[in-house]
């Protein structure tokens, strides 16, 4: 069975961190785009961060640099978003997507995603 499986979410204070991970199941997350997506309530689902298969480039929300970082270690089949800094507008539900190379270029649209985690709640709050 593909697929993927988001964990590391749940509460945190403000000014904390947490790590989320993607790993995968069925198929080599090495042959592929990964994408960091969430969703808070009443919201569309938008692109925090992304990287590219072959791990060298990376892609960041401007409301997220400088406090997430995306990475991937291919030997374990899993990617993971590093989230420092979180404030409360963090909050959401996010999600892990693998998509074909070619979506790089847009690799922070939802569009043209093959594979998407069941998501993993992640709440900043005091």
């Known amino acids: 069975q593909l697929q993927l499986v988001e964990s590391g979410g749940g509460l945190v204070q403000p000014g904390g961190s947490l790590r989320l991970s993607c790993a995968a199941s069925?198929?080599?997350?090495?042959?592929?785009?990964i994408g960091w997506f969430r969703q808070a309530p009443g919201k569309e689902r938008e692109g925090v961060s992304c990287v590219s298969a072959s791990g060298g480039s990376t892609n960041y929300a401007d409301s997220v640099k400088g406090r997430f970082t995306i990475s991937r270690d291919n030997a374990k089949n899993t990617v993971y978003l590093q989230m420092n800094s979180l404030k409360p507008e963090d909050t959401a539900f996010y999600y892990c997507?693998?998509?074909?190379?070619?979506?790089?270029?847009?690799?922070?649209?939802?569009?043209?995603?093959?594979?998407w985690g069941q998501g993993i709640q992640v709440t900043v709050s005091s």
């Open positions: 997507a693998a998509g074909p190379r070619r979506l790089w270029s847009v690799c922070y649209l939802t569009a043209g995603y093959e594979y």
């Open positions: 069925g198929f080599r997350l090495d042959y592929y785009v």
